[in-house]
């Protein structure tokens, strides 16, 4: 009796290989600086309930009836002012990382690894990522969402994405993601060196500004981790740097609407330090994996700007990890942490 082979997913092979797949994840970005790219990106992003925590019905009306007929115009002057040659700076810097990522991985692991890249809003989705590499033969995957601290508006998104992806494969992978790496001794250690030698170039300022990105003080009421991640990371920063906590601060950007929001807000602290006699003032925003429109626009353009008006002589904007050997090693490391067990990193475990 002859034997037959079938074929899987959109003609998956059961025969080809099985792989390891490190899927990174980082937010999104419209496909362009205008006002008609903005709109769909910020329809999916704003709609997405772990984001905005109101009635559906209510933020519905809202979104649709407010927010996605002004914000998409905004946006897109904001997004024109960083746009580079080759698109987006947060995809451009996320491919980069991504592509570092599959060389170090290539040379640390013994069997097949393969590393890609979605968004978790826009292209390409996390959903056609998994299917891809199932499709590739990747039998077992390790998420990583480029968020250092944990948020359920943030790496709880992505779950559900993942989870939501997960539902429709009739034979979906062994399955493990990284929750977050805000107290991680390699990224400690990858943050403190590269302000370090950012200072060693450009020298260092009067104080050092730690930025992390906002969120609604009621979602850390219930139960969300954020804060206290963020604040794990400002302290052993601080020590690795033998900083004090008067030269070493921290706030929150990117604040919208007016219910309260985790404190003290950049803006203001930026206003203040200048107010207080702060002439120079370097800012690393620590919960930012590449540089994007909240580092480059929000913090090196509007805040640099907010500082030299309230009295300062310069806000200087210390880039994010990117693809530099620092994030690219220490990311490899958690990587091969997490991988532990499986038989394309059985005998390399750390770098």
């Given at each position: 009796?002859?034997?037959?082979?079938?074929?899987?997913?959109?003609?998956?092979?059961?025969?080809?290989?099985?792989?390891?797949?490190?899927?990174?994840?980082?937010?999104?970005?419209?496909?362009?600086?205008?006002?008609?790219?903005?709109?769909?990106?910020?329809?999916?992003?704003?709609?997405?309930?772990?984001?905005?925590?109101y009635p559906r019905w209510l933020w519905w009306l809202i979104l649709h009836g407010v927010i996605l007929r002004i914000r998409p115009a905004r946006s897109a002057h904001a997004y024109a002012r960083v746009w580079t040659p080759q698109g987006s700076p947060l995809r451009v810097g996320s491919e980069k990382?991504?592509?570092?990522?599959?060389?170090?991985?290539?040379?640390?692991?013994?069997?097949?690894?393969?590393?890609?890249?979605?968004?978790?809003?826009g292209a390409p989705s996390v959903r056609t990522q998994i299917e891809q590499m199932q499709r590739e033969?990747?039998?077992?995957?390790?998420?990583?969402?480029l968020y250092p601290q944990y948020s359920g508006t943030s790496t709880g998104s992505v779950i559900d994405a993942v989870a939501d992806t997960f539902k429709q494969l009739r034979w979906p992978p062994e399955l493990r993601i990284i929750n977050s790496y805000h107290d991680d001794?390699?990224?400690?250690?990858?943050?403190?060196?590269?302000?370090?030698?950012?200072?060693?170039?450009?020298?260092?300022?009067?104080?050092?500004?730690?930025?992390?990105?906002?969120?609604?003080?009621?979602?850390?009421?219930a139960g969300d981790p954020y804060l206290h991640q963020c604040q794990t990371t400002a302290r052993l920063l601080r020590e690795r740097l033998g900083l004090s906590e008067t030269q070493l601060i921290m706030s929150f950007q990117s604040r919208v609407g007016r219910e309260p929001w985790l404190q003290p807000y950049t803006d203001e602290?930026?206003?203040?330090?200048?107010?207080?006699?702060?002439?120079?003032?370097?800012?690393?925003?620590?919960?930012?994996?590449?540089?994007?429109?909240?580092?480059?626009?929000?913090?090196?353009?509007?805040?640099?700007?907010?500082?030299?008006?309230?009295?300062?002589?310069?806000?200087?904007?210390?880039?994010?990890?990117?693809?530099?050997?620092?994030?690219?090693?220490?990311?490899?490391?958690?990587?091969?942490?997490?991988?532990q067990g499986w038989p394309e990193f059985s005998a390399n475990e750390t770098t």
């Open positions: 009796m002859p034997i037959h082979h079938y074929t899987g997913l959109a003609g998956q092979s059961y025969d080809q290989p099985a792989q390891a797949g490190v899927l990174l994840v980082n937010l999104g970005t419209p496909d362009a600086p205008t006002a008609r790219a903005l709109r769909p990106y910020l329809a999916e992003f704003l709609g997405d309930p772990r984001v905005i925590e990382l991504a592509t570092a990522l599959q060389t170090r991985l290539s040379q640390l692991a013994t069997g097949p690894v393969r590393v890609a890249l979605a968004m978790r809003y033969g990747v039998r077992r995957l390790l998420v990583l969402p001794a390699g990224h400690i250690e990858a943050l403190a060196r590269s302000i370090e030698q950012w200072w060693a170039i450009h020298g260092r300022s009067d104080k050092l500004l730690l930025s992390f990105h906002g969120i609604p003080q009621r979602y850390v009421a602290t930026v206003r203040r330090l200048a107010g207080e006699g702060v002439k120079r003032l370097d800012v690393a925003c620590p919960g930012f994996a590449v540089d994007c429109l909240e580092t480059l626009e929000e913090i090196a353009m509007q805040n640099a700007e907010f500082f030299t008006k309230a009295g300062g002589e310069a806000l200087r904007y210390i880039p994010a990890l990117n693809d530099g050997d620092e994030q690219v090693t220490s990311l490899a490391t958690l990587i091969l942490r997490h991988a």
